[in-house]
């Protein structure tokens, strides 16, 4: 059973669109988070739920919009795509919001022409 | 403010050979640290963690020990596989309005040969 599932795993679309990226873990844990990765690789947080309240939220482009209908899912929703966005999305799950191991989604590649 | 640095990569190594990829941090307080390992293609899978001064973590015949004196914590194997040819990232967490974050290296990519 996967732990910590996005779908889709690749998404390519035109600039302006709006498209959503979908996060589910099976772990029963309590905290969730969404990263981006860039072209060299580097990781940075963007957001995280708590029991589903907003937590973190880093210096993110108001067109992204995190969504956690219950504590297993994170959703990331994008407005008015623009070619800097393209990148790996991951999703990741902790116990909870202490100095736990995270555990990562597969991660979902968009790629924005 | 704080944050990670890893050296610059690829590394390339043949088999059966010695691995030192170094990770030096800077933070307030004593944040945990952590070894993250992505292979191709895959989401990054937790290798190794420590959580106080002079603890040694370790996985999969890889350590790292948690140096508050130098600030470091360097990840070592003795002896690698081609199996291991992945991208590793060294990350601290660090309190953020309550709450923990993890902060990541640029990440270090290895490459090993048979």
């Known amino acids: 059973d996967t732990a910590v599932s996005q779908t889709p795993k690749y998404l390519v679309t035109q600039m302006g669109n709006d498209k959503s990226i979908k996060c589910e873990q099976n772990?029963?844990?309590?905290?969730m988070y969404w990263y981006k990765q860039d072209s060299k690789k580097f990781l940075k947080i963007m957001f995280s739920?708590?029991?589903?309240?907003?937590?973190i939220n880093e210096t993110v482009p108001n067109r992204f919009s995190p969504k956690s209908p219950d504590k297993a899912h994170l959703n990331l929703h994008i407005n008015s795509l623009e070619l800097g966005d393209s990148a790996v999305y991951f999703c990741a799950s902790s116990q909870d919001t202490g100095p736990d191991t995270q555990y990562f989604g597969p991660g979902t590649r968009l790629t924005v022409l | 403010g704080n944050s990670v640095t890893q050296m610059e990569g690829p590394v390339t190594l043949s088999e059966e050979a010695f691995l030192t990829i170094n990770c030096t941090y800077t933070?307030?307080?004593?944040?945990?640290l952590f070894w993250y390992v992505q292979y191709p293609g895959e989401g990054l899978q937790l290798l190794l963690k420590?959580?106080?001064?002079?603890d040694k973590g370790s996985n999969k015949g890889f350590e790292a020990t948690y140096r508050k004196e130098t600030t470091s914590f360097h990840l070592e194997k003795g002896s690698v596989q081609v199996s291991d040819s992945a991208v590793y990232f060294c990350a601290l967490t660090r309190l953020s309005g309550g709450y923990n974050k993890l902060i990541f290296g640029a990440g270090t990519r290895l490459a090993v040969h048979p």
């Open positions: 772990l029963g844990h309590d905290t």
């Open positions: 933070a307030t307080g004593y944040p945990s």
């Open positions: 739920y708590n029991n589903k309240e907003l937590i």
């Open positions: 420590a959580t106080k001064a002079d």
